[in-house]
Every structure is written in structure tokens, then in C-alpha cells.
């Protein structure tokens, strides 16, 4: 299905609302691919204009010492390795711009400062795709506050099955889902090729991101406080999400969050089962080669069985479930249960003009 750029019918009382709040007033997208005065909040549309006629979301603030930086992957902000520190980082992107895959009216909020590189081929394992860009002064909320979210936790939380999770990004607005695999090991699809990425998380249902939802913070939902970070929105298809392990993405960079600490709630599966996930995970990668040789597998995963909430299951993560597909997998891998997980084609999720999903 072509994607086309978005019609934008909302007032200007409506949005200048929605930028000055951030979170009284959630939408499925709109507000968040208008223009916002500075200081603008995150979750909303932004990219490296020279990536072309493109949009993904500025998701996120960290900090360094007391340098603020946006966090955003590196397809968004470093153009698939391509780019030169101290590229500017644009709000909005080329493709929300009127008129559409222009820049006049956009604000350069801040300039390219580190990015992970991302190794192609799909053999040498990565497990970020993460950039970060020093703000601009006065072009970014100084609290790091997130359209339709607020301003997250410095508390982060290790993502785990079963968890309940939210985003805030440019395509989709605010989207609720839930965790349902993790110590994912997945080959993700590029234009610069194929990558290999493991130790990440899926999220469900399909509905939680769209192609220029990447760079998106993936949140906790808690039941009260501030929401705590999970992790970092990359790619996906129609049918899940993918998304790295925030730990990871900060300790790559030395980062932390710009808000205040709010305590841990205690979330994920039940003690029999959430004890036994590093054991099947383990299980799991020794087994990767043989996984990923079967038919139509695109990764594999750890999760809760469909079938009975408290068996562990190593998740074959397939492009089609066919025939050929179930015939072919496992019914156990050293001792786990195996389940067939139909996830689709995954890429990365920036949306190109006239692109397809």
C-alpha cells in the first residue's frame, strides 16, 4: 500500500494546546507532526533533512554531565551511518513540511553529536540502533517532556514479558501495547541492507507503531508517578514492533535522563515463570544458527505461551506462517516448547515518501 503524507486537519488552538501541555489532550498523530513554537516537546516529527523527503520522530532527552542531547536512532539522525557530526537535526521533518518535502518553517533544534554504527550483512550481531544530538539552546523543553507522556522517570526499567507499555510518536501519536518477547534476535531490513540485532524486545499488538514512529521511547504505564523508560522504537512490521533495551542504548553513549527518579512498581510475569526466561534465553542462542536456517525464519525470541500463560516458549519468529513454515520448526529446542510467531517483514520505520509497509 502506497503511503502518502498524511492530511493535517487540526486548528491552531488545538495544537498550540496539545505543545504547551503535552499530555492533556493525547491524539493518534496529528499534533504530532504540527509545528511547535520553541521550546518544542519530544515524541514529535523530526529528522536529519538530508536523509530526503522523509519523517521519523525525535523521541526523547538525555543528558551526558550536564549536556542535554536528543535521542533518536541512528537511521534517523545519522542517515544509516552516512552522516557527519554536527549535521543539523530538524522539527519537523521534510515530509510533514508545507509545502510537503520542503523545509521553510522548520526549526533546526539540534546537531548531530554520536551515533552507534549499525553493522550490515546480517552476520555480526547489533544490539542499538541509537543516535543523540546536542539541543539547540532554547529550541527543546529543558525538562524533556514528551508529547502525550510528560516528562519520564530517570528510573529506567528492564523490559519483561507481559509488561504493559506506551510511546509517544510521529505517526501514531500515543499507543498503548504490551511486551510480548524478549532477548529477541531478529534481522531487520534496511536500504542500506540487512542487519542483524539481538537482545531486543517485541512489542504488540501490530498497531503500536507505524513506518515514521522510529525513534520513538517506549515507556512503561504505570500505576502512578512518572512513566519509567523501557526502551528505544526502531523498526517493525504490520504485525509487531521492535525496540532496543534502553540500558543498552544509555550505556552506550554514558547517558542518563533528564527528569527526577520515581521508584520501581514491581512489574512483569509471576516469579515461575519470569525466573525461567534467562534459562530459555540461553537455550535459545545456543541454537541460533540452526533457528535461523529454518524456512522463512526472521529471528526468534522468548515469550508466554498462547496456549497456557505459565510455560516459557522459545518464539520462531517467521515472516509467513506456511505450511512449509510449521512443518519445518521444532517442537522443542533443548528441552523448551517451541511456538510459531507470524511477525511479517521487519524494517526499520522511517516513512520515505511513497513508501510501502
Known amino acids: 500500500m502506497n503511503r ?28 504530532h507532526r504540527t509545528q511547535q513554537p520553541a521550546p518544542i516537546s519530544l515524541g514529535t516529527s523530526g529528522i536529519n533533512p538530508l536523509a530526503g523527503c522523509a519523517a521519523a520522530t525525535l523521541g526523547s532527552q538525555i543528558k551526558v554531565g550536564d ?31 508545507v509545502p510537503v518535502c520542503t523545509q521553510p518553517g522548520t526549526s533546526t533544534v539540534a546537531n548531530l553529536s554520536g551515533f552507534i554504527p549499525i553493522v550490515f550483512g546480517g552476520v555480526v550481531a547489533n544490539t542499538v540502533d ?62 542500506s541492507g540487512t542487519a542483524l540485532f539481538v537482545s531486543q524486545f517485541l512489542i504488540g499488538p501490530g498497531s503500536f507503531s507505524a513506518p515514521g514512529d522510529s525513534g520513538s521511547l517506549v515507556t512503561n504505564k504505570p500505576k502512578k508517578g512518572p512513566s519509567k ?42 516469579p515461575s515463570v519470569r525466573d ?8 535459545k542462542d545456543s541454537y541460533s544458527r540452526e533457528l535461523f536456517a529454518l524456512p522463512d525464519v526472521v529471528g526468534h525470541g522468548v515469550g508466554v505461551s498462547s496456549r497456557n500463560p505459565n510455560d516459557v516458549v522459545i518464539q520462531l519468529l517467521v515472516r509467513s506462517a506456511t505450511p512449509r513454515a510449521l512443518a519445518a520448526a521444532p517442537s522443542t529446542v533443548g528441552g523448551v516448547k517451541v511456538e510459531v510467531l507470524e511477525v511479517g517483514e521487519i524494517r526499520a520505520l522511517p516513512l520515505l515518501a511513497h513508501s510501502n509497509k
Open 4 to 31: 502518502t503524507h498524511p492530511t493535517l486537519s487540526w486548528t491552531l488552538a488545538t495544537g498550540l494546546a496539545l505543545c504547551l501541555s503535552g499530555i492533556a489532550f493525547p491524539d493518534s498523530g496529528p499534533a
Open 67 to 97: 549536556v542535554k542531547y536528543i535521542l533518536s536512532n541512528n537511521h534517523v539522525l545519522a542517515r544509516e551511518n552516512a552522516a557527519a557530526l554536527g549535521e543539523g537535526i530538524i522539527h519537523r521533518s521534510p515530509l510533514d513540511a
Open 130 to 191: 541509537a543516535a543523540i544530538a546536542a539541543v539547540v539552546a532554547g529550541q527543546v523543553s529543558s525538562t524533556g517532556n514528551i508529547l502525550d507522556i510528560g516528562v519520564p522517570s530517570t528510573t529506567t526499567v528492564s523490559p519483561s514479558v507481559g509488561m504493559k507499555v506506551k510511546k509517544s510518536g510521529r505517526t501514531t501519536g500515543l499507543t498503548s501495547g504490551s511486551i510480548t518477547s524478549v532477548g529477541v534476535s531478529v534481522l531487520v531490513g534496511y536500504s
Open 229 to 270: 523508560p523501557v526502551g528505544l522504537l526502531f523498526a517493525g512490521s504490520s504485525l509487531v514492533t521492535v525496540a532496543n533495551n534502553i540500558n543498552t542504548v544509555l550505556a552506550s553513549f554514558g547517558a542518563g535522563f533528564v527528569a527526577s527518579s520515581a521508584p520501581d512498581d514491581g512489574e512483569g510475569p509471576p
Open 276 to 283: 525461567f526466561i534467562p534459562t530459555a534465553t540461553r537455550i
